[in-house]
Nanobody, 115 residues
Framework: QVQLVESGGGLVQAGGSLRLSCAAS???????????LEWYRQAPGKQRELVAS???????NYADSVKGRFTISRDIAKKMVYLQMNSLKPEDTAVYYC??????WGQGTQVTVSS
């Protein structure tokens, strides 16, 4: 089982930026680098949706709604995955979750974008 802990959420004005971090533990670096890692978000009253993913090969994929604004990256040595969010919009307001292909979720971090 992989433990995932997100951080970096907060309140920001529209047009601003935030960087979310997700720290993994309970797994070696050698195994961590094999994982596909993803960021999801869930807004009030809506289903959880995939925002971005990064594969073991470093290939990234984004939801259409965040393309060109969000960037997913990872630091394998630190067992970290990041989500850089720029040009934030009020509709980006949600709880953001880190997810590993092992089926493990983080506890989430709240992002609130004010207009």
């Amino acid at each position: 089982q992989v433990q995932l802990v997100e951080s970096g959420g907060g309140l920001v004005q529209a047009g601003g930026s935030l960087r979310l971090s997700c720290a993994a533990s309970g797994v070696s670096v050698i195994i961590f680098r094999l994982y596909t890692l993803e960021w999801y978000r869930q807004a009030p009253g809506k289903q959880r949706e995939l925002v971005a993913s990064i594969t073991s090969a470093g290939r990234t994929n984004y939801a259409d709604s965040v393309k060109g604004r969000f960037t997913i990256s990872r630091d394998i040595a630190k067992k970290m995955v990041y989500l850089q969010m720029n040009s934030l919009k009020p509709e980006d307001t949600a709880v953001y979750y880190c997810y590993s292909q092992t089926g493990d979720w983080g506890q989430g971090t709240q992002v609130t974008v004010s207009s």
